[in-house]
């Protein structure tokens, strides 16, 4: 009798260890979690040149329609890095794509700030010219695709899938309107970082409490 309630008490005790092992764990996954979940990076379009808009320049020098831009890259996070694969820039107008341009992938350490200057020509010329507005000004799509992984002390997360866009108004001067950096918007098909691993967590926390 007294042997089968030892065995018994040993098992309840055992049972407790694991519980309280478990709902430790999960307690400082939850900690680590919050202290080191990264923020995407933040994209804005810094410069933007269309010499053949500018009314100044004398008709042949209007005949340049290359597109020239930089896109900056911020990193928000104190303590992750950003591996970025190959940033893909797409620009187009009401009626078409205009131009394309690939950022070759690149590493992004914690709270540095990265400018890509690049310069692409159309598809076809004529893009760029139907891309102006009865009052003179002009409006390009510019968005911006890749994907990217966190460094997080020693290890690297999954990749997540950036996509963000803006729209450029470029003035009779052929430079961007808006003189401050102008930021691109993510997409409702960009991956968001913080929903699968907390939920999980909470879940997890909220059954050991039931059981205890």
Same mark, same amino acid.
């Given at each position: 009798?007294?042997?089968?309630?030892? &065995?018994?008490?040993?098992?309840?005790? @055992?049972?407790? @260890? @694991?519980?309280? %092992?478990?709902?430790?764990?999960? /307690? &400082?996954?939850? %900690?680590?979690?919050?202290? /080191?979940?990264?923020?995407? !990076? *933040? @994209?804005?379009?810094?410069?933007?040149?269309? !010499?053949?808009?500018?009314?100044?320049?004398?008709?042949?020098?209007?005949?340049?329609? &290359?597109?020239? %831009?930089?896109v900056r890259l911020a990193n928000p996070n104190r303590d992750q890095g950003i591996y970025y694969d190959d940033v893909h820039l797409s620009f187009s107008n009401t009626n078409s794509s205009v131009a394309n341009y690939t950022v070759p992938?690149?590493?992004? #350490?914690?709270?540095?700030?990265? *400018?890509?200057?690049?310069? &692409?020509? !159309?598809?076809?010329?004529?893009?760029?010219?139907?891309?102006?507005?009865?009052? =003179?000004?002009?409006?390009?799509?510019?968005?911006?695709?890749?994907?990217?992984?966190?460094?997080?002390?020693?290890?690297?997360?999954?990749?997540? #899938?950036?996509?963000?866009?803006?729209?450029?108004?470029?003035?009779?001067? =052929?430079?961007?309107?808006?003189?401050? #950096? /102008?930021?691109?918007?993510?997409?409702?098909?960009?991956?968001?970082?913080?929903?699968?691993?907390?939920?999980?967590?909470?879940?997890?926390?909220?059954?050991? %409490?039931?059981?205890?």
């Open positions: 009798m007294d042997l089968d309630q030892d &065995t018994d008490n040993g098992g309840r005790s @055992c049972c407790s @260890c @694991c519980l309280s %092992f478990i709902f430790t764990a999960g /307690l &400082t996954s939850l %900690f680590l979690w919050l202290s /080191l979940r990264p923020d995407k !990076p *933040k @994209c804005s379009i810094e410069y933007f040149y269309v !010499p053949a808009l500018n009314k100044s320049l004398d008709a042949h020098s209007r005949l340049n329609t &290359t597109l020239n %831009f930089m992938r690149f590493y992004q #350490g914690h709270k540095k700030k990265a *400018k890509k200057w690049g310069q &692409t020509l !159309p598809v076809n010329n004529q893009t760029v010219s139907r891309a102006v507005l009865t009052n =003179g000004s002009a409006v390009f799509r510019m968005d911006l695709k890749t994907q990217v992984r966190f460094k997080i002390l020693f290890w690297k997360t999954k990749k997540y #899938g950036i996509e963000v866009g803006a729209d450029v108004e470029v003035n009779g001067d =052929g430079v961007k309107a808006h003189k401050k #950096g /102008l930021k691109m918007k993510k997409s409702d098909s960009s991956t968001r970082l913080r929903s699968y691993f907390p939920i999980c967590v909470l879940m997890n926390l909220l059954v050991l %409490f039931v059981i205890r």
